[in-house]
């Protein structure tokens, strides 16, 4: 067990929807990843948050936000989503620099129908 | 895009076998990190080698880095079936963010 906690385990919803990925990072950890594991796009970076402040974009779609609140825990915003946006999102957290192992959560299973 | 490419893409032995990973990469990097995945799990962190480091252990686990080829090596001692998982290197990239670029990761199988 990493530490990191994510909800939901699974989601399966249609396309055009909206939904909310949670993450808590680790008690301690400052900085929060977001990655998309796809299996043609392989593992994606998609946006980090540092103690609140977006610190890094990668490859983040429009149609997805994301946000680090005070608590330090993390969503993930997925809108108007397509039938390619099924994947495996997963949430790291890491205590900051110089430490850069990040510390992964048990991911959140998209499926969009 | 991908930094880091591991080679071979699936890797089948016997149990007490050795494993070897092998991962290159395009850009200059400040660490190279290891991390499994058992499937359609998270991933675990194994061990981070860091520019100025040439080689690594920790347990039945071995990593080398070779800067001048720009490529990295993962050496799984004396394997075990609970070692069969996806291996993934990864770089660290990015002034003060340290966001992860992942390879496509070795398929490793361990028959007992």
């Known amino acids: 067990d990493s530490g990191v906690t994510q909800t939901p385990k699974h989601l399966i919803t249609a396309t055009g929807q909206r939904v909310t990925l949670r993450c808590s990072p680790r008690?301690?950890?400052?900085?929060v990843y977001w990655y998309q594991q796809s299996l043609d796009q392989g593992l994606q970076f998609l946006i980090q948050?540092?103690?609140?402040?977006?610190?890094a974009k990668g490859n983040i779609l429009e149609r997805f936000s994301a946000q680090q609140f005070p608590d330090l825990h993390s969503e993930l915003n997925l809108s108007s989503l397509e039938l390619g946006d099924s994947a495996l999102y997963f949430c790291?957290?890491?205590?900051?620099?110089?430490?850069?192992?990040?510390?992964f959560g048990p991911g959140t299973r998209l499926t969009v129908l | 895009s991908q930094q880091g490419e591991e080679d071979p893409q699936a890797l089948s032995i016997q149990e007490g076998e050795n494993a070897t990973m092998n991962c290159s990469y395009k850009?200059?990097?400040?660490?190279l990190q290891w991390y499994r995945q058992n499937s359609g799990r998270g991933l675990v962190h194994l061990i981070l080698i860091r520019s100025n480091e040439r080689e690594k252990h920790s347990g039945r686990l071995r990593v080398t880095l070779d800067t001048s080829k720009k490529s990295s090596s993962l050496l799984i001692t004396a394997s075990r079936a609970a070692d069969t998982a996806s291996y993934f290197c990864?770089?660290?990239?990015?002034?003060?963010?340290?966001?992860?670029?992942f390879g496509k990761g070795t398929k490793l199988s361990v028959i007992p």
């Open positions: 948050y540092y103690n609140g402040e977006e610190r």
């Open positions: 850009t200059s990097i400040n660490n």
């Open positions: 008690s301690g950890d400052l900085s």
């Open positions: 990864a770089t660290g990239s990015g002034a003060g963010s340290y966001q992860l670029t």
């Open positions: 790291a957290s890491s205590v900051g620099l110089p430490y850069v192992e990040q510390f």
